[in-house]
C-alpha cells in the first residue's frame, strides 16, 4: 500500500487476514465486489507474507487467476512436511503434552529444535537438550501467529543459510 509500490498494482484491497478457514472465501469476496465496483478485472493476487500463501493461492485458483500448485505451498510453508518431503525423521504435537509424550515414548535423537510448522524468520524456535529442558521450554510452544502445530526434529549444528531470489522470465 505504500506509495513506492504502487507501480505493483491498480487498488489496494484491504482484507482481514487471519489462518481461519473463512479466509481465501474473504479475499474472493473482496476481489469480486473490487471488479463489480471498478469494472476492472483482476490480473492476480500477491502476498508478501510466507504463511498467507495457501490462502491466497487458494482463492486465486477459486477466481481463475494463475497461481502456484496449491500442494507446494502447502508442503514449502510447512516446516514438518517440509521435513518429511526431505526424508527427515521428524514429529509433530500440536500441545505440551503431546510433545512431552513423544519425548518418552520415542527414541529422540537429542538435541532437538522445535519450532512452528508455520513459522518464520526463527520466531519461537528453540533448542533443547533432553526432556527437563522441553518441559522447561513447554509455555514458549503455543502461538496465536505462527498456529498451534510445532515440529520436532534433531538438530543440525552449524551455520544457517537463507538465500531468497526471485525469476521473471527466467531471469
Not at 30 to 49: M, N
Not at 57 to 64: P, R
Amino acid at each position: 500500500q505504500q506509495p513506492e509500490f504502487g507501480h505493483w498494482y491498480h487498488h489496494f484491497i484491504p482484507i482481514q487476514c487471519g489462518y481461519d478457514t473463512e479466509f481465501p472465501a474473504r479475499i474472493v469476496s473482496a476481489v469480486k465486489q473490487y471488479e463489480q465496483d471498478s469494472g476492472r478485472s483482476a490480473d492476480g493476487l500477491l502476498t508478501a507474507y510466507e504463511s498467507y500463501h495457501v490462502a491466497v493461492a487458494t482463492a486465486a485458483q477459486q477466481l481463475g487467476l494463475s497461481h502456484e500448485p496449491l500442494s507446494a505451498y502447502e508442503v514449502a510453508t510447512d516446516k514438518f512436511k517440509t521435513s518429511l518431503s526431505e526424508g527427515r525423521k521428524s514429529y509433530t504435537a500440536s500441545s505440551v503434552d503431546q510433545a512431552l509424550h513423544i519425548a518418552r515414548t520415542e527414541d529422540l535423537p537429542w538435541p532437538l529444535i522445535i519450532k512452528p510448522c508455520r513459522g518464520w524468520a526463527s520466531e519461537l524456535v528453540f533448542k533443547v537438550d533432553d526432556i527437563e529442558q522441553l518441559e522447561q521450554a513447554a509455555p514458549r510452544m503455543r502461538s496465536d501467529s505462527h498456529g498451534a502445530q510445532f515440529v520436532m526434529e534433531h538438530y543440525c549444528s552449524g551455520p544457517e543459510v537463507d538465500i531468497n531470489f526471485v525469476l521473471y522470465n527466467g531471469e
